[in-house]
């Protein structure tokens, strides 16, 4: 399959990737079909990714994934595009040990890489930068940006040192190409609401700064992918799967949805406006942010719903954020807030981060997986619990930290509660999925 493609990465975080990504798929919308895709867990990103442009973005880890699973995500949700533009996480060979980095993604998709190097207080170093970076385990690297430019003389001396890899222009020194960030990240784009200007001051600076023309030919030199079988399941039913959704919980893969979607009607609802979905059949609480809401989510009547469609036996899935308003209280400053209950635990909202990769050992059954199995995700929270009396965990934790222990995935009935997040392309199990 010809995938017209290319991969943007950098020798760190916080070098610029995500706006520029941002800017370069805003100024490619204009004149073609574009898809966004995010390298890594990461939920916030692609917000950025599809307000820029209008598809949504699809996330690429080759840890949790593997490799055939990345390659037919690529490929599925590259058909009907133009171009697909791929945003790599931290630095170039930055992961769980290079195997599962930036670099090894560009290796194992074909997709040739443009770098993305911040120029703010260095000159001449930049050469040396980006030799490093190629030559380091020789990567395919064709092009070079340069951001936080402060002048035209600051360009030219920063361009002359780069050797061997063509220099696409730059992006000025500029105040408006600022994203503020709280504890878990970059606002998510639903509660920045200036993101939008800040893409488009993206996007302007790209199309006046940056040769977008060879960013096209770059992507269209990519070789052809050879791409896998997707296998899951197409059939759509009459059931309908609840999915939360507002400014507390947010954090889903928009392939998760997708995948839902194909056996499911998806109803959204709001935690924080007290929505129920009378009649579903599976009920999603993904991650986000509830710790900053918690007097809205005690007021919530969507946990006397929650609660007694757990008892009733229906499948219900709470990740991390979802996990925190399944339990019994939250604690914030020193004051409990009571949630659904479904749980026996209570959870202190702020403290030190916890983010890495897992990889769970199934020990019970579960509609997720079966005893016995191993399954991979992510965790990503600052909240940790103070209290549990729970038994049942459907997880010992190889690789992570869990909720208790080293175990994740509590239990009760057919309601799991994690601290990971899944990404459902690893999923083999069908009885919900």
Request: proline fraction near 3%.
């Amino acid at each position: 399959m010809r995938v017209p493609r290319l991969l943007i990465s950098s020798d760190r975080s916080d070098s610029g990737k995500t706006l520029i990504t941002s800017g370069i798929l805003k100024a490619l919308s204009k004149r073609m079909r574009v898809r966004g895709f995010k390298a890594g867990p990461d939920f916030i990103d692609p917000g950025y990714h599809k307000l820029a442009s209008g598809s949504p973005s699809i996330n690429l880890d080759l840890f949790i994934m593997g490799k055939e699973n990345v390659i037919k995500s690529l490929c599925k949700y590259s058909k009907d595009k133009d171009i697909s533009v791929i945003e790599g996480v931290m630095g170039l060979y930055d992961g769980v040990e290079t195997e599962y980095s930036t670099y090894k993604l560009s290796e194992d998709t074909r997709t040739p890489i443009v770098l993305v190097i911040d120029c703010y207080n260095v000159g001449s170093t930049v050469g040396a930068i980006v030799k490093g970076l190629v030559s380091y385990r020789n990567a395919n690297v064709k092009g070079v940006i340069l951001n936080r430019v402060a002048s035209q003389t600051h360009f030219t001396y920063c361009r002359n040192s780069i050797e061997g890899v063509k220099v696409l222009g730059y992006i000025p020194f500029s105040k408006e190409l600022s994203v503020p960030s709280r504890h878990l990240g970059l606002f998510t784009v639903e509660s920045n609401r200036e993101a939008e200007k800040a893409i488009s001051k993206a996007a302007e600076l790209v199309e006046n700064y940056v040769d977008v023309d060879s960013l096209v030919e770059i992507a269209k030199e990519s070789p052809e992918i050879e791409c896998p079988d997707d296998d899951h399941p197409q059939e759509t039913s009459k059931k309908v799967a609840a999915i939360a959704y507002d400014e507390a919980f947010n954090f889903y893969y928009y392939e998760n949805l997708d995948r839902i979607s194909k056996r499911y009607e998806l109803r959204f609802f709001s935690p924080l406006n007290g929505d129920v979905v009378e009649g579903a059949d599976f009920i999603y609480i993904g991650g986000g942010y509830p710790e900053l809401f918690v007097e809205e989510l005690e007021k919530s009547k969507t946990k006397e719903w929650v609660k007694r469609e757990s008892e009733r036996g229906k499948p219900i899935l709470g990740e991390c954020g979802g996990l925190m308003f399944l339990s019994s209280n939250l604690i914030k400053s020193g004051r409990k807030f009571k949630m659904a209950g479904v749980f026996d635990i209570d959870i202190e909202t702020l403290g030190k981060l916890t983010l890495g990769y897992t990889e769970l050992l199934a020990v019970k059954d579960s509609f997720i997986t079966d005893k016995g199995k191993l399954i991979r995700g992510h965790e990503f929270h600052v909240s940790y619990p103070v209290r549990v009396s729970e038994e049942e965990f459907a997880f010992e934790n190889k690789r992570g930290k869990g909720i208790l222990n080293g175990k994740d995935g509590v239990m009760s009935k057919n309601t799991l509660g994690t601290y990971t997040h899944f990404h459902f392309s690893i999923v083999e199990k069908r009885t919900v999925f």
